[in-house]
């Protein structure tokens, strides 16, 4: 949302927003990667999930809930811990050279008042 308000006030550009948001899903931890450091899941597990969300298009913690290797508040946990190593958008495209921190400041400043 707040990458397509910089697109339409004319901050950055689709091509920007489409690198930037590239990076930030490459830079974020998978959640199976994340239940193996945690210990939640073992390795064993993580292929039986990742075959069967090969078979059915699904979300890696949903499956996980289905086979039984994790509970609601395990997923729960481990998407507050992805969404945790997920870089910020606006820091991406600060680090890019795509606005100065001053801007990024003043737009999110904009962003929060519209969205209220």
Do not use: C, N, W
Request: glycine content about 6%.
């Amino acid at each position: 949302m707040f990458g397509l308000f910089l697109v339409k006030r004319g901050r950055i550009d689709e091509h920007q927003l489409f690198e930037a948001l590239t990076e930030q899903l490459d830079r974020t931890k998978p959640f199976g990667k994340l239940a193996l450091e945690e210990g939640v899941l073992r390795i064993p597990e993580i292929m039986k999930i990742l075959a069967e969300q090969a078979l059915q298009p699904d979300r890696f913690g949903a499956i996980a809930v289905k086979l039984g290797y994790m509970d609601e508040r395990e997923v729960e946990r481990i998407v507050d811990l992805q969404l945790a190593s997920r870089p910020k958008l606006g820091e991406l495209l600060v680090a890019r050279g795509h606005l100065t921190e001053a801007q990024l400041e003043d737009e999110l400043r904009d962003y929060l008042t519209t969205q209220i």
